[in-house]
């Protein structure tokens, strides 16, 4: 079962730092690029960052570019997105995503797919 388990959320202040996680599991996750998504209430789901499959290329939405990294290391199936110098506007639940996972059916056809995690909420607050 593919699988997407983002933690690390939580409450920080302005100017504060956090490091979110995303556990993957249930497919090839070296083979896989990767993004954070966050969606804030009664806001559109921002595509926040990226990386490419083998952590040689990211790309950042304009809001946050220089303040965060969007990094993997591929032994542990695991994508990281560190958050500095939050502002309150960075509140939002954070999602992993996995947009084009390649599996095969079981008539031995590949597909591709995209996954989501539960997604974890960050607050920046006084």
């Known amino acids: 079962q593919v699988q997407l388990v983002e933690s690390g959320g939580g409450l920080m202040q302005p100017g504060g730092s956090l490091r979110l996680s995303c556990a993957a599991s249930g497919f090839t996750f070296s083979s896989a690029a990767m993004n954070w998504y966050r969606q804030a209430p009664g806001k559109e789901r921002e595509l926040v960052a990226r990386i490419t499959s083998d952590g040689g290329r990211t790309s950042y939405a304009d809001s946050v570019k220089g303040r965060f990294t969007i990094s993997r290391d591929n032994a542990k199936n695991t994508v990281y997105l560190q958050m500095n110098s939050l502002k309150p506007e960075d509140t939002a639940v954070y999602y992993c995503?996995?947009?084009?996972?390649?599996?095969?059916?079981?008539?031995?056809?590949?597909?591709?797919?995209?996954?989501w995690g539960q997604g974890t909420q960050g607050t920046v607050s006084s």
């Open positions: 995503n996995a947009p084009s996972i390649r599996q095969r059916s079981s008539m031995g056809s590949y597909y591709t797919f995209d996954a």
